[in-house]
């Protein structure tokens, strides 16, 4: 018997079932080895020496591997296809050679990039031993991220309490977001016009075209700076005799994006379907270690953990047969596309993440997945079927429109296109903004040099420049990516890490620094700048490619980091906590305390005279105090939920007028949290709303306070049954009400603005896994028909009967589900009957108040209990 190891039980199941009779798939569950975290698990002093501890619950599942090989001939290590599946295959290997196990018994190290049968069975013919520099890799980045955790960590609690843990990798993504937050605050807003003019030709034929040129000078983004510029502008409009200048025509080809990796999965997932990094992930392992699709389990997705956006050989003919047969050859580029990873270290460049059958259409998979794993196959489905299609082609016009005197310029664009290519399937999102829908075409009408144009209507808007947006989790990865902080692997648990630690919070998908995160981040850039720096972490990343890639020794990559680092630990052991309020004080200022009208940060004690406010530290982290204390003993915290300081008058923050009623709206803080108001306080019963769950009160505006107020609110009309679909907020949190009936809204999904496509999928979904009554049972109840994890199943008063896989969840009828019920019943052993208590004695009369003391004893006992 061959014994083979992988990570998952859901894998393992999947594998046996490949590899039949003389084989014994287990699962290691993951990592079973790690750092213990306690000093000493990394000694510097004696070359690095790193001392492993089996992970909790690991036992279990070491025992089962220790077993099986008691009766085995060889054992094949089949983790995943990257540096952290090399690991446990080394792991579980080190552990059982502890045991004296595989003195002589044959290892293999097995590879494969999809959980299907052909790609199994291949990797099987096809074993190599471990592969030691990804080892090396995986010992180094461990070391790395257990020194720079246990050295900075007792720092940051000595010098600045109240704080949590730092960590190698996710100090540096805080600082992104943290200075991020500064730019928002620091950014001063200016105002700025635009002049747009509705034009017709003689044959009334209109279209617009913007103002770019006023006197001959091309106009920048800022330089109709108010309305008394732009009503100027407009006059100079209305006063010119204007006629096409210049025409000019292009045509343009766009090519499409190549297939996913880890990191442009994550963007994308983010941006369109509005799923967290970790979900994405989450989502995408349960696709790729196989899906029940009826006949049989298969993994439908490759490898997902992948900075490679090449695709093999085979897999691009089987993508061009398809796109032939289903597009046409008109949609089949002359010679397949050829994609190039930017991978520096080729050891971890696999192949792109795709489909293992391109002829498995989202829609023909449909049927076996949940509503988010459906929208990710799908989407995972068209970016590879899309990657090898044609480009798609637009004619790009522009016509440049002015006066014979050169007064006003003014320029009309527009595009038509000629060919949609892969566009026809997909179409990659934009960066932080909503996704434009540029397969529509914008017309603009047939013109010729000098002819003569109407202006209809000039129509001047006022617009004001905004800050940098927040981070999502797709801008955020991809800065990260930029920058070669991290790796794909390592995103999703990285900004895990900063939400669990409470350094940031996830507020409508964009991430908030929390002071908490604000105070460590900039304690750590003034005092270990050099270890939080952009570029030193990603040349660190680099070193670690270079081990992998076998061209660095590790342990002299941590010689020569260790070196310099602990001299930065030993350099804050003068470093007094006065050091280090002054220095959070100064930097942190504009943002814990307001500026007057000149721009003077207002530090002024209410309590006192004479008493300057600023940071201090305390035994449960920073808060705001004077100057003067012990004299004065004023106190606040630093800043609430909602950003108002804690001093504020309940009720004090007004978020504007309702036009609809002129009434004004708070945002106040209640005994169960922070809700909104519309009307005065005195006002009786005014109207409430409060918060979702997560949202963050510091990110409420007016807009945003009036559509709570206005809940619950119209979706749609269901398009099958023309029913009213309503979302609302009730005491379990966002839900959409349909036909009398309540389904939770996801937390991706905003009540506010979740549309009436997206709400039926969710009914949909929901009904699917409550399933569909077939009929009334004739021993009452009803029976229903569901779709399991493991197949569909029908259920009556708790038991159930697989349906066999020649009958469809759709065609079951009740007479064939009452016949599978009572084949299972049959099957079913009977519960023994349970036993009946022994008749308790009689109390002798003497012992009665013994008997009642104890009791007593023993119900005081249950209760303390």
Same mark, same amino acid.
């Given at each position: 018997?061959?014994?083979?190891?992988?990570?998952?039980?859901?894998?393992?199941?999947?594998?046996?079932?490949?590899?039949? $009779?003389?084989?014994?798939?287990? &699962?290691?569950?993951?990592?079973?080895?790690?750092?213990?975290?306690?000093?000493?698990?990394?000694?510097?002093?004696?070359?690095?020496?790193?001392?492993? %501890?089996?992970?909790?619950?690991?036992?279990?599942?070491?025992?089962?591997?220790?077993?099986?090989?008691?009766?085995?001939?060889?054992?094949?290590?089949?983790?995943?296809?990257?540096?952290?599946?090399?690991?446990?295959?080394?792991?579980?290997?080190?552990?059982?050679?502890?045991?004296?196990?595989?003195?002589?018994?044959?290892?293999?190290?097995?590879?494969?990039?999809?959980?299907?049968?052909? &790609?199994?069975?291949?990797?099987?013919?096809?074993?190599?031993?471990?592969?030691?520099?990804?080892?090396?890799?995986?010992?180094?980045?461990?070391?790395?991220?257990?020194?720079?955790?246990?050295?900075?960590?007792?720092?940051?609690?000595?010098?600045?309490?109240?704080?949590?843990?730092?960590?190698?990798?996710?100090?540096? #993504?805080?600082?992104?977001?943290?200075?991020?937050?500064?730019?928002?605050?620091?950014?001063?807003?200016?105002?700025?016009?635009?002049?747009?003019?509705?034009?017709?030709? #003689?044959?009334?034929?209109?279209?617009?075209?913007?103002?770019?040129?006023?006197?001959?000078?091309?106009?920048?983004?800022?330089?109709?700076?108010?309305?008394?510029?732009?009503?100027?502008?407009?006059?100079?409009?209305?006063?010119?005799?204007?006629?096409?200048?210049?025409?000019?025509?292009?045509?343009?080809?766009?090519?499409?994006?190549?297939?996913?990796?880890?990191?442009?999965?994550?963007?994308?997932?983010?941006?369109?379907?509005?799923?967290?990094?970790?979900?994405?992930?989450?989502?995408?392992?349960?696709?790729?270690?196989?899906?029940?699709?009826?006949?049989?389990?298969?993994?439908?997705?490759?490898?997902?953990?992948?900075?490679?956006?090449?695709?093999?050989?085979?897999?691009?003919?089987?993508?061009?047969?398809?796109?032939?047969?289903?597009?046409?050859?008109?949609?089949?580029?002359?010679?397949?596309?050829?994609?190039?990873?930017?991978?520096?270290?080729? %050891?971890?460049?696999?192949?792109?993440?795709?489909?293992?059958?391109?002829?498995?259409?989202?829609?023909?998979?449909?049927?076996?997945?949940?509503?988010? %794993?459906?929208?990710?196959?799908?989407?995972?489905?068209?970016?590879?079927?899309?990657?090898?299609?044609?480009?798609?082609?637009?004619?790009?016009?522009?016509?440049?429109?002015?006066?014979?005197?050169?007064?006003?310029?003014?320029?009309?664009?527009?595009?038509?296109?000629?060919?949609?290519?892969?566009?026809?399937?997909?179409?990659?999102?934009?960066?932080?903004?909503?996704?434009?829908?540029?397969?529509?075409?914008?017309?603009?009408?047939?013109?010729?040099?000098?002819?003569?144009?109407?202006?209809?209507?000039?129509?001047?808007?006022?617009?004001?420049?905004?800050?940098?947006?927040?981070?999502?989790?797709?801008?955020?990865?991809?800065?990260?990516?930029?920058?070669?902080?991290?790796?794909?692997?390592?995103?999703?648990?990285?900004?895990?890490?900063? %939400?669990?630690?409470?350094?940031?919070?996830?507020?409508?998908?964009?991430?908030?620094?929390?002071?908490?995160?604000?105070?460590?981040?900039?304690?750590?850039?003034?005092?270990?700048?050099?270890?939080?720096?952009?570029?030193?972490?990603?040349?660190?990343?680099?070193?670690?490619?270079?081990?992998?890639?076998? +061209?660095?020794?590790?342990?002299?990559?941590?010689?020569?980091?260790?070196?310099?680092?602990?001299?930065?630990?030993?350099?804050?052991?003068?470093?007094?906590?006065?050091?280090?309020?002054?220095?959070?004080?100064?930097?942190?200022?504009?943002?814990?305390?307001?500026?007057?009208?000149?721009?003077?940060?207002?530090?002024?004690?209410?309590?006192?005279?004479?008493?300057?406010?600023?940071?201090?530290?305390?035994?449960?982290?920073?808060?705001?105090?004077?100057?003067?204390?012990?004299?004065?003993?004023?106190?606040?915290?630093?800043?609430?939920?909602?950003?108002?300081?804690?001093?504020?008058?309940?009720?004090?923050?007004?978020?504007?007028?309702?036009?609809?009623?002129?009434?004004?709206?708070?945002?106040?803080?209640?005994?169960?949290?922070?809700?909104?108001?519309?009307?005065?306080?005195?006002?009786?019963?005014?109207?409430?709303?409060?918060?979702?769950?997560?949202?963050?009160?510091?990110?409420?505006?007016?807009?945003?306070?009036?559509?709570?107020?206005?809940?619950?609110?119209?979706?749609?009309?269901?398009?099958?049954?023309?029913?009213?679909?309503?979302?609302?907020?009730?005491?379990?949190?966002?839900?959409?009400?349909?036909?009398?009936?309540?389904?939770?809204?996801?937390?991706?999904?905003?009540?506010?603005?979740?549309?009436?496509?997206?709400?039926? $999928?969710?009914?949909?979904?929901?009904?699917?896994?409550?399933? +569909?009554?077939?009929?009334?049972?004739?021993?009452?109840?009803?029976?229903?028909?569901?779709?399991?994890?493991?197949?569909?199943?029908?259920?009556?008063?708790?038991?159930?009967?697989?349906?066999? =896989?020649?009958?469809?969840?759709? $065609?079951?009828?009740?007479?064939? &589900?009452?016949?599978?019920?009572?084949?299972?019943?049959?099957?079913?052993?009977?519960?023994?009957? #349970? =036993?009946?208590?022994?008749?308790? /004695?009689?109390?002798?009369? /003497?012992?009665?108040?013994?008997? /009642?003391?104890?009791?007593?004893?023993?119900?005081?006992?249950?209760?303390?209990?």
């Amino acid at each position: 018997m061959k014994v083979v190891i992988v990570e998952s039980p859901a894998k393992a199941k999947t594998i046996n079932r490949y590899l039949g $009779d003389g084989y014994k798939v287990l &699962a290691s569950y993951g990592h079973v080895c790690d750092l213990p975290s306690k000093d000493g698990s990394v000694s510097p002093e004696n070359d690095f020496e790193m001392k492993w %501890q089996i992970s909790s619950g690991s036992e279990k599942h070491l025992k089962e591997i220790t077993s099986a090989l008691k009766n085995a001939d060889k054992l094949i290590l089949a983790t995943d296809p990257d540096r952290e599946g090399e690991a446990i295959s080394w792991h579980v290997l080190e552990q059982l050679k502890a045991k004296k196990l595989v003195n002589d018994m044959p290892v293999e190290r097995v590879v494969f990039n999809e959980v299907t049968k052909s &790609a199994i069975l291949t990797a099987m013919d096809n074993p190599r031993a471990l592969d030691e520099e990804l080892i090396d890799a995986y010992r180094a980045r461990r070391a790395l991220d257990y020194l720079v955790g246990f050295s900075i960590s007792p720092v940051l609690w000595r010098k600045l309490p109240g704080s949590k843990s730092a960590g190698r990798v996710q100090s540096v #993504a805080l600082r992104l977001i943290c200075e991020r937050e500064a730019e928002i605050e620091a950014f001063i807003t200016d105002e700025y016009w635009s002049v747009d003019t509705r034009m017709a030709k #003689a044959d009334g034929r209109e279209f617009t075209a913007r103002l770019t040129h006023i006197d001959g000078e091309k106009l920048g983004k800022l330089d109709i700076p108010n309305e008394a510029a732009a009503k100027a502008a407009e006059a100079k409009i209305n006063a010119a005799d204007l006629s096409v200048k210049t025409i000019e025509t292009k045509r343009v080809k766009r090519n499409p994006s190549p297939p996913f990796t880890t990191s442009t999965l994550q963007q994308e997932a983010s941006r369109k379907l509005g799923f967290s990094a970790s979900r994405t992930m989450q989502i995408a392992q349960r696709l790729y270690e196989g899906i029940n699709i009826g006949s049989d389990t298969t993994g439908l997705i490759t490898y997902m953990r992948t900075d490679g956006v090449q695709l093999g050989k085979e897999s691009i003919a089987a993508l061009r047969d398809d796109i032939g047969s289903r597009f046409g050859n008109r949609y089949l580029p002359d010679s397949p596309r050829i994609y190039k990873t930017k991978a520096a270290n080729a %050891q971890e460049a696999h192949e792109a993440i795709r489909p293992t059958d391109i002829t498995r259409d989202p829609e023909a998979m449909r049927s076996f997945l949940d509503h988010d %794993q459906f929208r990710l196959y799908e989407l995972i489905w068209k970016r590879t079927i899309s990657s090898q299609m044609q480009s798609a082609e637009l004619d790009q016009t522009g016509v440049d429109i002015t006066d014979p005197a050169g007064t006003v310029t003014l320029r009309a664009n527009g595009q038509v296109m000629v060919f949609d290519g892969y566009l026809s399937v997909y179409m990659e999102s934009q960066d932080d903004k909503d996704e434009k829908d540029e397969t529509r075409s914008n017309l603009l009408p047939e013109m010729k040099e000098g002819e003569n144009l109407d202006t209809q209507n000039v129509s001047p808007e006022q617009h004001f420049t905004q800050p940098p947006p927040r981070f999502t989790d797709a801008s955020l990865v991809k800065r990260m990516e930029e920058l070669g902080i991290g790796r794909p692997s390592t995103y999703a648990s990285i900004i895990q890490v900063l %939400q669990n630690r409470d350094y940031v919070v996830k507020d409508r998908n964009r991430f908030i620094p929390e002071d908490r995160g604000r105070l460590v981040s900039t304690f750590l850039g003034n005092f270990f700048d050099r270890y939080v720096e952009y570029d030193f972490t990603a040349q660190l990343e680099s070193q670690l490619d270079e081990v992998s890639a076998g +061209r660095l020794d590790w342990k002299a990559l941590l010689a020569n980091f260790w070196r310099d680092f602990k001299s930065a630990i030993d350099g804050t052991k003068d470093l007094t906590i006065t050091n280090v309020l002054d220095v959070l004080d100064e930097e942190l200022g504009p943002h814990f305390f307001k500026a007057d009208e000149n721009g003077a940060l207002m530090r002024s004690c209410p309590n006192c005279d004479d008493g300057r406010l600023g940071l201090k530290l305390g035994k449960f982290g920073a808060f705001v105090g004077c100057s003067n204390y012990p004299d004065c003993k004023f106190t606040r915290k630093l800043t609430d939920s909602d950003g108002t300081e804690d001093d504020a008058p309940v009720g004090d923050k007004n978020l504007g007028i309702d036009p609809a009623t002129e009434l004004p709206v708070f945002l106040r803080k209640g005994p169960y949290g922070p809700y909104v108001q519309i009307g005065d306080p005195e006002t009786k019963k005014p109207k409430r709303a409060s918060l979702p769950k997560g949202e963050s009160a510091a990110a409420i505006d007016l807009d945003r306070a009036l559509s709570l107020l206005a809940l619950p609110r119209e979706v749609g009309a269901h398009p099958e049954t023309g029913d009213m679909i309503q979302a609302g907020l009730g005491r379990f949190g966002p839900y959409l009400k349909y036909q009398g009936g309540f389904t939770s809204l996801p937390a991706d999904d905003d009540l506010l603005t979740v549309g009436i496509n997206r709400a039926v $999928d969710l009914l949909a979904e929901s009904a699917k896994k409550k399933g +569909r009554v077939l009929g009334a049972h004739p021993a009452k109840g009803d029976v229903y028909v569901k779709a399991g994890r493991y197949g569909a199943y029908v259920e009556h008063n708790k038991l159930r009967a697989t349906l066999p =896989k020649d009958v469809d969840i759709a $065609d079951v009828t009740l007479e064939q &589900a009452i016949e599978l019920l009572a084949e299972k019943a049959a099957k079913t052993p009977a519960k023994k009957p #349970a =036993k009946k208590a022994a008749a308790k /004695k009689k109390a002798a009369p /003497k012992k009665k108040a013994a008997t /009642k003391k104890k009791a007593t004893a023993k119900k005081s006992a249950k209760k303390d209990s």
